[in-house]
């Protein structure tokens, strides 16, 4: 079984997915590289520089959780269960509210 990269190479594309294409309609070459993989890996090269630093300490948050169904629900009330009895205060960190 080939590799992601053997098998773009037995085939004839560039080994880390960018490719020129040529336009079906004019038959002129296109001026950017075509990135052919997953979407994925193309969002994470993206998302590194988009990242929030987070400290592991600061202020805690208090949220309202079900102790039914575990959703988070709002001013003493799950709107899933739509009762306000199974409700339970809990506190998480900051970043989790992020």
Do not use: E
């Not at 309609?25 to 890996?41: E, H, K, S």
């Not at 003493?76 to 960190?93: D, G, K, L, N």
């Amino acid at each position: 079984m080939l590799f992601a990269k053997n098998w773009q190479v037995a085939r004839g594309f560039n080994h880390v997915g960018k490719d020129m294409l040529i336009s079906g309609i004019t038959g002129q070459q296109l001026c950017a590289y075509i990135y052919f993989g997953p979407i994925y890996d193309q969002k994470l090269k993206h998302m590194v520089l988009d990242k929030m630093p987070v400290k592991a300490r600061g202020p805690r948050y208090m949220v309202d959780v079900c102790s039914q169904c575990g959703l988070i629900g709002y001013k003493v009330w799950c709107q899933m269960c739509r009762s306000s009895h199974t409700m339970a205060t809990i506190r998480i960190p900051y970043a989790c509210k992020l």
